[in-house]
């Protein structure tokens, strides 16, 4: 188990750099071996075909090449914690831009956009800020953030197709770590402990806090299931009757707290 986060976390840019491009070529893959009908499929993103959703997650990794072809910011307005929060007010633009692109050849698309990707990635500084729709972020912390998108929308796909799309060990990690640790600052204090083995481990919520021994509240789950939590695609009542939650101790109920993305 590892240890608990006490401060702001790290991660290592090269293994997330490399993390986004892996993810992206197993989503594509999957897309490029889709028929016009599984294309014209519906999805549990909305009204969302699985064309629009595929088209989306393109979009996701095409928007750090975009964004480094942008003049670069004067001063950073956006952390990588205050990330999840912001996300889900850019909802409406989200969409709109989605419909905007041409799905005609997804993969086309594709292609072009991991090329885009591997081109304008390399030699780019952690430092550099990017012009974000959520507010100038670090490129580092942006590219956090893409494995967030890209673990829940290959998680949609799959639902969606069926395909059993891989996700990568590394995305994964790091969209859950991400996505607790604002847990964590969405719910100050060190009253519950939130373990997602084995990449994750935060304390939270208001009350007597944990230092030594058993925790008295404590709540685990599985990777997967806590981006599915924090994402809205299942709720806390769904993962505890499917046994995919444990959740120990007089306050360890997190469904007032969830989802993460709003």
């Known amino acids: 188990m590892p240890p608990v986060r006490k401060r ?19 989503v594509r893959e999957a897309v490029v071996g889709l028929t016009p009908e599984q294309l014209d499929g519906p999805t549990r993103v909305g009204d969302w075909t699985v064309r629009e959703l595929a088209v989306h997650v393109a979009s996701v990794v095409e928007a750090v090449a975009r964004h480094l072809d942008e003049p670069e910011p004067a001063e950073r307005e956006l952390g990588l914690l205050d990330w999840p929060s912001a996300a889900g007010r ?65 998680d949609d796909l799959n639902a969606a197709t069926g395909l059993g799309i891989p996700v990568d060990r590394q995305a994964l990690a790091a969209g859950t770590r991400l996505l607790a640790d604002a847990l964590a600052v969405r719910a100050p204090g060190g009253a519950v402990e939130f373990r997602v083995p084995p990449y994750a ?16 509240n404590v ?27 444990t959740a120990s101790g007089e306050r360890a109920d997190l469904a007032g707290l969830l989802p993460i993305l709003r």
């Not at 952690?126 to 673990?151: H, I, K, Q, S, W």
């Not at 709540?219 to 009757?241: H, K, Q």
Request: glycine share 8%; net charge positive.
């Open 219 to 245: 709540v685990e789950t599985d990777p997967l299931t806590w981006i599915r939590l924090a994402t809205g695609r299942t709720s806390w009542a769904e993962a505890l009757a499917a046994a995919k939650v």
């Open 201 to 216: 481990v935060v304390q939270c919520g208001g009350g007597p806090r944990h230092t030594r021994g058993t925790p008295p």
């Open 8 to 26: 702001i976390r790290g991660y290592d840019s090269a293994k997330t750099r490399a993390a986004v491009l892996a993810q992206f070529r197993n």
């Open 90 to 154: 850019a909802a409406a633009r989200i969409d709109e831009d989605t419909r905007a692109i041409d799905a005609s050849d997804p993969a086309g698309l594709y292609e072009r956009t991991a090329s885009r990707y591997e081109e304008r990635i390399v030699g780019a500084s952690d430092e550099r800020l990017v012009p974000t729709r959520y507010g100038a972020m670090r490129l580092a912390d942006f590219l956090v953030t893409r494995t967030v998108e890209l673990v829940v929308h290959t």
